[in-house]
């Protein structure tokens, strides 16, 4: 598990410590609303039970999402990442951010990094990120990372967009 940063952020490894902020980011009503899939964490015993999921997804992939925070306040506001469950359609990139942050580019910023990561550090030419097709917000954090709409699909009974991006290539001529 890795730190890294951005100019107005940092992207650490979820503890212990974000249980509480997390459950309060997935519970508000205009986050929940955006949101295709992110566990429960409608109590703490569901919110512990979900920072271990992140936690351990580092330990079983090589990869997962940070905690994001943000370096004037050192508040957590949100959480980014790569995941790939098993199952999955290939390894998603994945943003949500505390509803009183957005329109701020937090989300793009650190996906942005976030994506940048996994280019240096997973063996993966491609990514996809699944959105409700009325998310216009998350719409434009995937466009503004360079992510193009590739199709639909369905997760967990409902209709999304599935956006995605490919490694960029050099070719060399030696």
Known sequence: MVTIETPRLVLRPPDASDVVPFMEIHEDPEVAGTVVIVGKTGNVPAAWQYVATLVGYWHLRGFGQWAVVEKSTGELIGRVGPWYPEGWPGIELGWI??????????????????????????????????????????????????????????????????????????????
């Open 97 to 174: 951010i505390r509803h009183s942050r957005w329109n701020n580019g937090f989300a793009t910023e650190a996906s942005q990094r976030a994506l940048e990561w996994v280019w240096e550090n997973v063996e993966t030419d491609h990514i996809i990120s699944r959105i409700e097709p009325d998310n216009l917000a998350s719409i434009r954090v995937a466009e503004k990372i360079g992510e193009r709409l590739e199709g639909e699909g369905v997760l967990n009974g409902e209709n999304v967009h599935v956006y995605g991006i490919r490694r960029k290539t050099t070719n060399v001529e030696g």
